[in-house]
């Protein structure tokens, strides 16, 4: 029985900073950021907007009255927590309309959560195969203003939906896992922005990116060659690029020209909306998947998921006979071509004009889910 990917959808919020702006205010070359970094436009939430409202506006996309009968366990992988107890998931269940019988719970391991939820939703279809499962990726990435790692921020999030007998993408039993405890990028509880050793993630991710190479190339005896693309966790465009680099050299021009100009497809919406931490990796999967004409069915793609502190997964997956009738190519550029362009003032204003939960008050946002009243310590939702 096959188990994997039957629907995908992501949701950015309705504003982005232009990054050559950004660069002109910061003192920077502007190609440090378009082309050192890698991003064109970054994603900014107002307050009214969080991860779950971020979740709920991607799961809309994808839930029908059928598929949400069928869910009965919706799993959020975050690293941007509202709550150090009650998991958003929760909320998000009674917000989409699910089943009473439905188990919900917040994955945390930086940008790996989501991998986590992914494959506990793989075991359970294996076992339940007449369910779905609903796992999202929702993450607001903020470094705060003026910092290194401000021009690597975005927000955002992915749904995706599995199932037996999925639509897009089957999933093996390949994956090799790498747990290393190191302190390159965390985020003390309390802490508004994370701590972060920008030489030593980008280091940690490219030697991770090795060890679970070759690991994999040794389990599974398989090359480059058995594979149509490859996915990374996506920080920032230049980050996958340069981890895929290190590893092509010893490989046929034919197999590194094919990887090199899908990871360009790959990243074509990550240019735009910047990290989505735990949703980063599937972005570049949807953006890969909507933007390939070379790509056809029975193809092998690698996924690499990686979560600072550190967690890594290499894994695989072969896309479905008809997988493009399920893709939401419209509406994901309709989504990105309405967002309004912020001025760097304003994007400062907006940066630092956060919610305030120990206030009660009304909100409005036009946005379908989004704050609506803070009461009591609690944010109450517009559905
Ligand atoms: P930095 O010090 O601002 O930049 O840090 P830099 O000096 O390293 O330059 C960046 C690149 O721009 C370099 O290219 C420069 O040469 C190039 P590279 O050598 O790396 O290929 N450059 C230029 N190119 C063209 N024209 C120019 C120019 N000037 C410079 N004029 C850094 C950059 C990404 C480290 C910083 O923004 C940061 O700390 N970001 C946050 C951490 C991060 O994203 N790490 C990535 C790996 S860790 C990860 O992926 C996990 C994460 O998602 C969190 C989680 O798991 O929860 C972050």
């Known amino acids: 029985m096959l188990v994997g990917i039957d629907q995908l ?7 982005y900073v232009d990054m050559a702006e950004l ?4 003192g920077v070359d502007p190609n440090k950021y378009l082309i050192g970094i890698g991003q064109t436009q970054m994603s900014v939430a107002p307050k009214t907007q969080d991860i779950v409202t971020f979740a709920a506006n991607a799961a809309k996309q994808i839930l029908t009255p059928e598929i949400q009968k069928k869910i009965d366990m919706i799993i959020v992988g975050t690293e941007s927590s509202l709550d150090e107890s009650k998991a958003s998931a929760v909320v998000l269940h009674r917000l989409l309309g699910l089943n009473p019988f439905t188990r919900a719970f917040e994955i945390k391991q930086a940008c ?21 499962v609903l796992v999202i990726a929702t993450d607001n990435a903020r470094y705060g203003l003026n910092s290194g790692g401000e021009p690597t921020q975005g927000a ?15 999933l093996t039993d390949e994956t090799v ?54 996915c990374f966790h996506v920080p920032y465009t230049k980050m996958g690029k340069k981890a895929l680099l290190a590893k092509l050299a010893d490989v046929d021009a034919d197999t590194a020209n094919r990887l090199l100009q899908r990871y360009e497809e790959s990243i074509h919406y990550s240019k735009r909306i910047g990290n989505l931490y735990t949703g980063s990796l599937y972005l570049g999967l949807i953006s890969l998947l909507e933007t390939s004409v070379s790509l056809k069915a029975g193809d092998k793609i690698g996924l690499f998921s990686y979560g600072s502190g550190s967690v890594a997964e290499f894994f695989t997956g072969h896309l479905i006979e008809g997988y493009e009738k399920h893709l939401k190519k419209e509406s994901h550029e309709s989504l990105l071509n309405k967002r309004k362009k912020l001025s760097i003032t304003d994007y400062e204003h ?3 004009d956060t919610l305030d939960i120990s206030h009660n008050r009304f909100y409005q946002d036009s946005q379908i889910f989004s704050i609506s009243e803070v009461k009591d310590l609690i944010r109450h939702y517009k559905q």
């Open 156 to 170: 955002g999030a992915v749904a995706i939906l599995l199932s037996a007998n999925p639509r897009i993408l089957a």
């Open 350 to 352: 907006l940066f630092n």
């Open 112 to 132: 790996y959560g989501a991998t986590a939820g992914i494959q506990i939703a793989v075991n359970h279809l294996a076992a339940h195969p007449e369910s779905n």
């Open 9 to 15: 959808s992501f949701y950015a919020p309705p504003f």
């Open 177 to 230: 896992t790498l747990t290393q405890d190191i302190y390159d990028f965390w985020r003390p509880t309390g802490n508004l922005y994370p701590e972060v050793d920008g030489p030593l993630s980008n280091q940690t991710y490219i030697d991770s990116f090795q060890k679970t190479w070759d690991e994999y190339e040794k389990r599974y005896t398989k090359t480059f060659t058995d594979f149509a693309a490859l």
């Open 23 to 26: 660069a002109d205010a910061r």
